[in-house]
């Protein structure tokens, strides 16, 4: 799936965070990244909270989601360049201070541009995947949505693509792939709820199977 980069704008309110993270859920899940959302999340909110704190609210700020080669990028971008996030080197009894601690942790590499207009802080966060193209779910997600393309392809008698196709419409080509799959196996003989609870089941084993 293409994983054009996103940005949006917003005002440094700490009610604003909420909905960042509702949109870097969405943003992700549709990138086939849903295994990253809560780093993700945890990042962003960081970066904000410390502008909040540290620069003030209601300011306008930008956050920028995009892959860079195997990593997720997220660039929070503010006008202050007289205010560098800096780690703290709190106490076991602060109650703040630990926000950039955090995201250090979390994060493969952060950083902070300054810039005529402000300033960019920077996080990229690994993402599992072997290279810019592919998926997180590995072989066989690679393999089903090149399956549903060509069969797209066959539905409209193309030969090929114009442009990459978007998650609805992959949802809706997989809806009327798996109709017409039910037909072939109710014509042969087989009976479908049998053969989607033994589908179910593979999933099932492959998810318990799978190294967290």
Same mark, same amino acid.
């Given at each position: 799936?293409?994983a054009?980069r996103?940005?949006?704008?917003?005002?440094?309110?700490?009610?604003? @965070?909420? @909905?960042?993270?509702?949109?870097?859920?969405?943003?992700? #899940?549709?990138?086939?990244?849903p295994?990253? @959302?809560?780093?993700?999340?945890?990042?962003?909110?960081e970066?904000?909270?410390?502008?909040?704190?540290?620069?003030g609210?209601?300011?306008?700020?930008?956050?920028?989601?995009?892959? !860079?080669?195997?990593q997720? #990028?997220?660039e929070?971008r503010d006008?202050?360049?007289?205010?560098v996030?800096?780690?703290?080197?709190?106490?076991?009894?602060?109650?703040?201070?630990?926000?950039l601690? #955090?995201?250090? %942790?979390?994060a493969?590499?952060?950083?902070?541009?300054?810039r005529d207009n402000g300033?960019?802080t920077?996080?990229?966060?690994?993402?599992g995947?072997?290279?810019?193209?592919?998926h997180?779910?590995?072989?066989?997600?690679?393999?089903a949505e090149?399956?549903?393309?060509?069969? !797209?392809?066959?539905?409209h008698?193309?030969?090929h693509?114009?442009?990459?196709?978007?998650?609805?419409?992959?949802?809706?080509?997989?809806?009327?792939?798996?109709?017409?799959?039910?037909?072939?196996?109710?014509?042969?003989?087989?009976?479908?709820?049998?053969?989607?609870? #033994? %589908?179910?089941?593979?999933?099932?084993?492959?998810?318990?199977?799978?190294? !967290?």
């Amino acid at each position: 799936m293409p994983a054009a980069r996103r940005e949006l704008d917003f005002p440094a309110y700490p009610e604003e @965070v909420a @909905v960042l993270r509702r949109v870097l859920q969405r943003h992700l #899940r549709l990138w086939g990244l849903p295994h990253v @959302v809560d780093a993700a999340q945890l990042c962003a909110t960081e970066l904000v909270t410390n502008v909040i704190c540290h620069v003030g609210t209601g300011g306008p700020v930008t956050l920028a989601t995009s892959l !860079r080669d195997t990593q997720l #990028r997220l660039e929070l971008r503010d006008p202050a360049m007289d205010s560098v996030p800096i780690p703290a080197k709190p106490t076991p009894d602060d109650e703040t201070g630990r926000g950039l601690l #955090r995201v250090a %942790a979390t994060a493969a590499n952060w950083g902070v541009d300054l810039r005529d207009n402000g300033k960019t802080t920077w996080v990229e966060l690994a993402t599992g995947l072997d290279s810019a193209t592919a998926h997180a779910g590995g072989g066989r997600v690679t393999a089903a949505e090149a399956l549903l393309i060509l069969y !797209r392809q066959q539905q409209h008698r193309t030969l090929h693509v114009d442009s990459p196709l978007s998650v609805a419409m992959l949802e809706d080509v997989a809806t009327h792939l798996i109709h017409d799959v039910l037909h072939w196996l109710e014509s042969h003989g087989f009976d479908r709820d049998t053969m989607l609870a #033994r %589908a179910e089941a593979c999933l099932e084993d492959e998810v318990a199977a799978t190294p !967290r």
